[in-house]
């Protein structure tokens, strides 16, 4: 007896260490969590899911404790072989538990009512415009007020609402960036608002949340959110791209404009216009490439050029058909449009 009682210890043990092991990997890097939140919408669902969590919590205590004590009071017991007493019906108790349960119900919808109308309320007269348009599979961002479009990464200040409007040009996507806010489809033939406030400065990472194809899993996107100044200062390199360094001229420029890549995308203050593919101006700023897929360096920018379908599968840009000095020179000059 008293081996096999250790033998059952050790084994709880040996579960509870397995438990641990998998909960504490849980809590290290993870960029996409609502428990940490830094911005206002994600900050008031959070504060409404806590305590929604320990009520549930509550009630799963109430009535998994009802059902143990029921099994050890009323279990079999030796020699105790009649059928118990038959009731049916307790007025009492039908009241109690129609009414206990209609009691908690209305307590969460007005808890979440009020976060509802919270979180819908209208931007404030200051709020930075945003259109964002889902692609497959990556996201373009307009600033209207601004006149810059960029793709992928997207730059706010901090304290101050963004004001968004979101499209897409092929299927549903789905807008989230999980420390920031809440979600919201990008439905074709549609657009739909959103705000939020980030509340602290950092980079955080979005992510497409509506299946919408191949590579849905790798349509990712970064936000920046920084001081009004950085915004003023980021504002102010996009505008100013490409920089005199870099005009269409060079080598890699006349690539880009003559073996395909103006077909697509689109760099300003140049001639190359394209409107399919992410817009390229500023692009040596941006910190990944393939919509959030690998970083931007020059060895992933080139393998990226060479075959993008090796990078990203399912990825619509075509490989060139460019040789490696090509492909050199179209790296040079893409990052050093910044
Ligand atoms: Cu776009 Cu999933």
Same mark, same amino acid.
Do not use: H, Y
């Given at each position: 007896m008293r081996i096999q009682a250790d033998s059952v210890r050790a084994k709880l043990k040996g579960v509870l260490a397995i438990a641990l092991a998998v909960s504490i990997a849980g809590c290290?890097?993870?960029?996409?969590?609502?428990?940490?939140?830094?911005?206002d919408n994600a900050r008031t669902t959070l504060d409404l899911f806590v305590p929604i969590l320990w009520l549930s919590f509550a009630i799963f205590i109430g009535v998994e404790g009802f059902i143990v004590y029921s099994m050890i009071r009323f279990r079999y017991r030796k020699g105790n072989d009649g059928i118990p007493v038959q009731t049916h019906g307790n007025t009492k108790l039908e009241l109690l538990w129609t009414a206990i349960p209609a009691v908690i119900v209305v307590i969460l919808a007005v808890m979440t009512f009020r976060v509802i109308a919270v979180q819908a309320a209208e931007p404030a007269p200051d709020a930075v415009q945003v259109e964002v348009v889902g692609n497959q599979w990556w996201w373009e961002f307009y600033y209207p007020e601004l006149g810059i479009t960029t793709a992928n990464e997207l730059y706010l200040p901090v304290g101050r609402d963004a004001a968004f409007t979101l499209k897409s040009n092929d299927v549903i996507h789905s807008f989230w960036f999980p420390r920031i806010s809440g979600k919201m489809d990008m439905v074709p033939g549609r657009t739909n608002k959103m705000r939020f406030r980030p509340e602290k400065t950092g980079e955080y990472d979005g992510q497409?949340?509506?299946?919408?194809?191949?590579a849905h899993a790798e349509m990712q996107m970064r936000l920046f959110v920084v001081e009004q100044e950085g915004f003023d200062a980021w504002v102010a390199r996009q505008k100013a791209?490409?920089?005199?360094?870099?005009?269409?001229?060079?080598r890699g420029g006349e690539l880009v404009r003559t073996r395909g890549c103006a077909a697509c995308h689109a760099i300003a203050?140049?001639?190359?216009? $394209?409107?399919?593919? *992410?817009? /390229?101006?500023?692009?040596?700023?941006?910190?990944?490439i393939g919509a959030g897929l690998v970083e931007n360096t020059d060895e992933n920018l080139a393998a990226w050029i060479r075959n993008p379908e090796a990078v990203?599968? $399912?990825?619509?840009? *075509?490989? /060139?058909?460019?040789?490696d000095e090509e492909i050199a020179a179209v790296v040079s000059y893409l990052k050093e449009l910044k």
């Open positions: 290290g890097d993870v960029p996409q969590t609502i428990m940490d939140p830094a911005g497409c949340t509506e299946f919408c194809g191949f791209s490409p920089s005199p360094s870099t005009q269409i001229a060079t203050g140049t001639d190359v216009q $394209g409107q399919i593919g *992410p817009e /390229l101006t500023a692009f040596g700023l941006r910190t990944t990203k599968p $399912g990825v619509k840009m *075509p490989a /060139l058909g460019l040789n």
